[in-house]
């Protein structure tokens, strides 16, 4: 679904909505009731579609304000008002959206979708002015496109107020609503103020504490992806350890892990390489660092090629933390990084171990099954690629290899049938299509 043009509001006149008299504004909610409803919910249907298209997942929430609200706003407002004041003040949230969010950093997406695809009429970033334990949220009005207030027959420039929070500034508004605003409640007890200025503290904390362990993970996830398609990659090509396996893709196909500059591939998702400068330096100062810290540095370490710094603090995390699932996953990127440096029995010997410590997971079982099939052991492999695909039936790189690992054994029928799986799993693989035509020219088909 397009998202609506910026430019194009409903009319640059403000929406004639009659505040001079509760009859009046109430025969005009009346007659504008269901045409508010209806533009709401399409507003909301296509924030929501523009959300999904940036990769952001909110929780909407809509409301349309009610009549009681409505005039007891315009009742408050209006005595606020100046008393030269010729016109009631008309409220601007009759119409109310809200964009909930995970993270701190989906915030600031969120707050540009918005600036680039309304009318902007006003920005608040509203924190615990009204009481000392309020939290923040940004707050925007808006009109409400043209295309959307046409079309439900709303007349002049109407406004909608948008607001984005995260989970927990959510949560907290919430009870803050309840608690504080709608009681006016103004604890005089201090234990009890002390508690929920702490509470308001803790939440905003918290968001920061998850905003730091989303970008971690993010760290982590990207290096962990490119070491292991590196090392498939490498194992697939050093010395031609499948024989008959086409050396380089067929014309016009593009080699998704062909050294240079094309991005690393694994599965589906096409990697590119972190920049440089998210590690200016990876080797752990003297005093420590955190594990989570150690590894990621030993992921960049073994993705730039230092491949002795990667083995160091891959043994220094297993010298100081004995968690056996922690021992496993280090003895397994320890094994890949001890196969780049040429050391196959090293590979071996932590492959074995972090099966040993987790023999429910299949990437030991794979990892090793690779060694076997470079070193030329094939029923080693073919056994450990068994295992590997009785724990993962998805696992696309294992049906590759077994596919590569029959057809050097002549089974050409068993090696279509396991790259023919591979590409059902994931049928834009190209490397597996490249396997593919190979095999069918072999077998004259």
């Known amino acids: 679904m397009a998202f609506w043009p910026k430019a194009k509001c409903a009319s640059m006149q403000p929406a004639s909505i009659p505040t001079d008299s509760r009859e009046a504004l109430s025969q005009w909610y009346r007659t504008h009731a269901d045409g508010l409803e209806r533009s709401l919910d399409q507003l909301r249907g296509e924030l929501g579609a523009a959300c999904t298209q940036r990769g952001l997942r909110p929780t909407l929430k809509w409301r349309v304000k009610s009549f009681k609200s409505l005039y007891a706003k315009v009742l408050r407002t209006s005595s606020q008002a100046p008393a030269s004041a010729s016109e009631?003040?008309?409220?601007?949230?009759?119409?109310g959206m809200r964009l909930v969010l995970p993270?701190?950093?989906d915030l600031r997406h969120g707050e540009r979708l918005i600036e680039g695809a309304f009318n902007v009429v006003e920005r608040q970033q509203r924190g615990g002015r009204r009481h000392e334990f309020g939290y923040e949220s940004t707050h925007?009005?808006?009109?409400v496109p043209a295309h959307i207030a046409d079309a439900h027959g709303l007349d002049g420039q109407l406004l909608c107020e948008i607001q984005l929070r995260t989970i927990l500034q959510e949560a907290w508004a919430e009870v803050e609503h309840e608690l504080v605003y709608k009681a006016e409640f103004n604890p005089f007890d201090e234990p009890l103020r002390r508690k929920l200025v702490a509470l308001n503290a803790n939440l905003a904390l918290s968001d920061i504490v998850f905003q730091e362990a989303r970008a971690y993970q993010r760290q982590l996830q990207r290096q962990l992806k490119r070491r292991r398609a590196t090392f498939t990659t490498m194992m697939l090509r050093q010395g031609e350890p499948y024989r008959g396996s086409p050396a380089a893709p067929a014309s016009g196909e593009t080699a998704a892990t062909q050294d240079g500059d094309q991005p690393d591939r694994i599965g589906a998702m096409t990697l590119q390489p972190p920049p440089e400068e998210d590690?200016?330096?990876y080797m752990i100062p003297a005093g420590g660092a955190t594990i989570d810290n150690m590894l990621l540095y030993a992921l960049h370490a073994h993705n730039r090629g230092d491949v002795s710094a990667a083995l160091s603090i891959y043994g220094r995390i297993l010298q100081i933390e004995d968690r056996g699932n922690l021992h496993a996953i280090v003895r397994i990127h320890r094994g890949m990084a001890h196969v780049a440096d040429g050391d196959y029995h090293s590979a071996?010997?932590?492959?074995?171990e972090a099966i040993a410590l987790n023999p429910q997971s299949p990437k030991g079982y794979f990892h090793r099954a690779l060694v076997h099939q470079f070193e030329n052991r094939l029923n080693e492999a073919r056994d450990d690629l068994q295992r590997c695909l009785a724990l993962d039936p998805t696992h696309t790189d294992a049906l590759l290899s077994r596919s590569r690992l029959h057809f050097d054994q002549g089974r050409f029928e068993a090696a279509m049938r396991d790259c023919d799986e591979a590409l059902a799993l994931e049928?834009?693989?190209?490397q597996a299509h490249a396997w593919r035509r190979h095999i069918v020219r072999t077998m004259g088909l």
Do not use: G
Not at 90 to 95: A, K, M, R
Not at 348 to 352: A, P, R, V
Not at 427 to 430: G, K, L
């Open 88 to 95: 009631r003040v008309v409220p601007t949230d009759l119409l």
């Open 103 to 105: 993270f701190l950093e």
């Open 140 to 143: 925007y009005l808006v009109t």
């Open 279 to 281: 590690f200016p330096q």
């Open 348 to 352: 071996l010997m932590d492959f074995s």
């Open 427 to 430: 049928p834009d693989w190209q």
